[in-house]
Structures are given as C-alpha cells and as structure tokens.
C-alpha cells in the first residue's frame, strides 16, 4: 500500500536550516506529483511547495518563496525540503503528500505522511 | 490571494446530519477537496472533485460544489466523524489553498 515517511525534523535556531526527507513506497514516485503542507501548533494546514514528476513544475507558497526548496531523487524514491533562513513562524509539523490531478488538472493530496516536527526557537 | 472561509465549528447530535460549508469566490467554478484530521493524526482525503469519494470513504460522507459555497455533508453521523475537517481548492496565483478548518462535535 502508499507509504510515506517522513523524516529530518528537530530543533534549529533562527536563521538556522534544515532539510526535511520523505521516503515514498507502494505506488510509483517517479510518475507522482508530490507536495509538502505544513501545521503549526493548534493551527489549520498550510500548503508549502508542489513539485511535477520531472521537476519542470515547482510552486511555492509566499510565505516560504526564497527560503525554501523542494527537490526529488526518484531513483531514491525520496522528496525533500530545504529549509533556510527559518523563521519562529515556520515552527510546525511538516507533512509530505501525494497530489493527484483532478480532471481540470488541479491537486488534491490522497496520500499524507505522518509528520516531522520542526521547532525553530532561540 | 484567494481564501477559503470556514465556520470554526459545528455540532451535531449522532444520527443526524452535519453539514460544513466552504466559502470563496466563484468556488463553484474550481474544484474542492475536503480533509478529514483526528487528533495527533495525518489528515485523510474523504473528498475530491467535489463529490467524489475516495475508496474506503463511507457513503454518508458527501460533497457538492456550487456558486461561491462548496459543502460536505455526513449523513447518519457516527461519533467517530468527530474530527477537523478541512475544504482545499487550487488557486493560478495562490496556489495551493486550505479553508480554516471545521471542528465537528457529535454530542
């Protein structure tokens, strides 16, 4: 069945980085759009950043544009997220996700991780 | 940017039916999925493309889509629909975007 697992999360300080992985099994990775969507504590979910299949598609939200990066190794069946510049608002629990494409080609997310905490504080 | 607008919560008795509206504009026009997240729990796709239902979704979860509201709807709700629950459309500016999320209290 879909697995995804993440992992990478922890304590960092302000202005520190981290980089987050999500190891993918039960279905075919290279073929799958994928997205990371995160929850800060007590908080509603926040989409993050999408990438296509070959990466010729990325999106990121606003609130991360610059400071982070989306990758794949799809020999490694692996997603990641480069964090930078981490701010005390980015203090959350990181799910990855697989998007499906409905019919007008828009993502929905049918498969989630279980989570990684990043905490970032002095 | 676009947003999603939900009620923070609904209560409902078991039995009867719970509905959670999603408000954005011209909502209709795009397609809605909806979450269903327990405590300390991954959130779980029990809708997309407005009205369809993953496999493994029981049939008393529903949705539909139309105007600038989109809506889930549980029929003979049981205790254990008893969760957050979270509307998501996709925006050509915004991206990807979630509604505040609902609380569903079956009481």
């Known amino acids: 069945q879909v697995q995804l697992v993440d992992s990478g999360g922890g304590l960092v300080k302000p202005g520190g980085s981290l980089r987050l992985s999500c190891v993918a099994s039960g279905f075919s990775f290279s073929d799958s759009y994928m997205s990371w969507i995160r929850q800060a504590p007590g908080k509603g979910l926040e989409w993050v950043s999408y990438?296509?299949?070959?990466?010729?598609?990325?999106y990121y939200a606003d609130s991360v544009k610059g400071r982070f990066i989306i990758s794949r190794d799809n020999t490694k069946n692996s997603l990641f997220l480069q964090m930078n510049s981490l701010r005390a608002a980015d203090t959350a629990v990181y799910f990855c996700a697989r998007a499906r494409l409905d019919t007008a080609m828009t993502p929905y997310f049918d498969s989630w991780g279980q989570g990684s905490l990043v905490t970032v504080a002095s | 940017s676009y947003e999603l607008t939900q009620p923070p919560s609904v209560s409902v008795s078991p039995g009867q039916t719970a509905i959670i509206t999603c408000s954005g504009e011209k909502l209709g026009e795009r397609y809605t999925s909806w979450y269903q997240q327990r405590p300390g729990q991954s959130p779980v796709l029990v809708i997309y493309?407005?009205?369809k239902r993953p496999s493994g979704i029981p049939e008393r979860f529903s949705g539909s889509n139309s105007g600038n509201t989109a809506t889930l709807t549980i029929s003979g709700t049981q205790t254990m629909d008893e969760s957050d629950y979270y509307c998501?459309?996709?925006?050509?500016?915004?991206?990807?975007?979630f509604g505040g999320g609902t609380k569903l209290t079956v009481l």
């Open positions: 990438i296509s299949p070959a990466d010729s598609t990325i």
């Open positions: 493309q407005d009205r």
């Open positions: 998501q459309a996709w925006d050509s500016n915004s991206g990807v975007v």
